[in-house]
């Protein structure tokens, strides 16, 4: 089956601690994409990567960081420096030849405490 | 002004009615859109790329109007299951690649 995972679905933090979101594909996508969505909201870019070991700020990139070692993968790390980072956190790929034709995981909501 | 921009809504309409969202973006150089609909607390799904002369996928139908600016989804014959948000998409790659989606417009659709 292709397709986009996250892990985990719900993760709880306390304020002040680091924590990493996975984000694997397996559809050979070049580009992937980092985006937060808070209640009511559209969704808003954080970082994207349209090869390996490259990678992009978004729109709200501060308190972030990500990497992209390998084509199927890139993890997203919310930082303590990050003010607000309770939210509904969504992985995208897409073929850069298809307009950017984006598919979603199923995403991860953080609740930081 | 906002890069997208959507009407949020919500639509109420009942069973089998035929429903129009428009999107208006602000960037003339915008080159790929799309439209995906986001159910309740899960992720979007891509509904259908809106391609410059128009293009249809069963109910759904995706207009371009770049003169104007904006993209627009018809739904014909709504079913209860197409209550959801719709969410449109604008991409450009000129500058910088650029991708920006509409906060949504959320749709009910009654019995």
């Known amino acids: 089956d292709g397709g986009i995972t996250q892990s985990p679905k719900y993760l709880f933090r306390k304020e002040g601690q680091n924590v990493t979101l996975s984000c694997e594909q397996n559809l050979n996508h070049d580009a992937m994409y980092w985006y937060r969505q808070d209640p009511g909201q559209g969704l808003r870019l954080i970082y994207y990567?349209?090869?390996?070991?490259?990678?992009q700020k978004g729109d709200i990139a501060e308190g972030y960081s990500v990497s992209r070692e390998k084509k199927e993968s890139f993890p997203l790390t919310v930082t303590s420096a990050q003010k607000n980072p309770t939210a509904f956190y969504l992985c995208?790929?897409?073929?850069?030849?298809?307009?950017?034709?984006?598919?979603f995981g199923p995403g991860t909501r953080l609740t930081v405490t | 002004r906002k890069e997208v921009e959507q009407d949020p809504g919500p639509f109420n309409v009942p069973e089998g009615a035929t429903v129009a969202f428009n999107c208006t973006y602000s960037?003339?150089?915008?080159?790929?859109f799309f439209w995906y609909r986001q159910d309740c607390r899960k992720e979007p799904k891509l509904l259908m790329s809106v391609y410059s002369s128009g293009n249809e996928d069963g109910r759904f139908t995706a207009q371009l109007n770049r003169a104007s600016q904006y993209i627009s989804l018809l739904i014909r014959d709504s079913k209860l299951s197409d209550s959801a948000t719709y969410l449109c998409v604008v991409n450009s790659n000129t500058g910088g690649f650029k991708t920006i989606f509409g906060a949504g417009t959320r749709l009910f659709v009654k019995a």
């Open positions: 990567s349209q090869i390996v070991n490259d990678f």
């Open positions: 960037n003339s150089a915008s080159q790929s």
């Open positions: 995208a790929s897409s073929m850069m030849d298809r307009g950017y034709e984006q598919y």
